[in-house]
């Protein structure tokens, strides 16, 4: 079984991929939405957040994440210090679902995450690696749009986040979402390029 991890800046399109590529049947586990359940299901994760971060991110014994978001995110040492946290959890979650797949007989999987090349962690699950783009205006009216923020934040978040050009370097495909071309029949390229035939 292959592992194709679907990346891309916020705005980028990477849900509406995601979306093409689970109709045609591909198995897609997405990391954020999984980090969020193991913020609910995984009591050890929940201790050590709270032993870094302190009760108040889960006063009901629930992780609250705007409380969490807060403070985390105008702090870069304390957000790499929650990475080496969730995501060894979210690697290991990851593991024991690709096994899952394969015992359902997928000869595909898909693993998203907006911030896999930041994630050194996650690296050596790819095989293949694409990346999904769209022009950077284009990502900035989509989050506008889709979160209700200003466009300030919209650009702070975007340069957090690794440049366009590195993701662009790193990829093994690229897929656009840019109004101008179908994603299906780019997905479909992809697809037979890695021998999986939909």
């Known amino acids: 079984m292959v592992c194709l991890v679907c990346t891309g800046g916020i705005g980028s399109g ?3 991929a ?3 590529i689970t109709r045609l049947g591909i198995p897609s586990y997405i990391a954020d939405n999984r980090a969020k359940e193991l913020y609910y299901t995984d009591k050890v994760l929940l201790r050590e957040l709270k032993e870094l971060l302190g009760d108040e991110i889960a006063p ?14 105008p702090n870069p040492e ?10 060894p959890r979210v690697l290991a979650d990851f593991e024991a679902w690709k096994i899952a797949r394969g015992e359902d007989g997928a000869d595909i ?19 293949k690696v694409m990346v999904v783009t769209a022009p950077e205006e284009v ?38 979402t840019d109004g101008k071309r179908a994603v299906l029949p780019q997905i ?9 035939k939909r």
């Open 188 to 196: 479909l390229q992809v697809l037979n390029q890695m021998n999986i």
């Open 109 to 127: 999987v898909v693993f998203e995450s907006a911030i896999f090349f930041e994630s050194p962690v996650f690296h050596h699950i790819a095989d």
């Open 60 to 73: 009901e014994g629930v992780i609250r994440r705007e409380i969490m978001a807060a403070k985390i995110f």
């Open 139 to 176: 990502r900035i009216q989509r989050v506008i749009k889709r979160d209700k923020v200003s466009r300030e934040l919209v650009t702070e978040r975007i340069q957090r986040q690794c440049s366009e050009k590195e993701r662009l370097e790193r990829a093994d495909f690229i897929v656009y």
């Open 14 to 16: 990477k849900s509406y």
């Open 78 to 87: 304390l957000l790499t210090k929650v990475n080496e946290i969730v995501h």
């Open 18 to 20: 995601l979306r093409v």
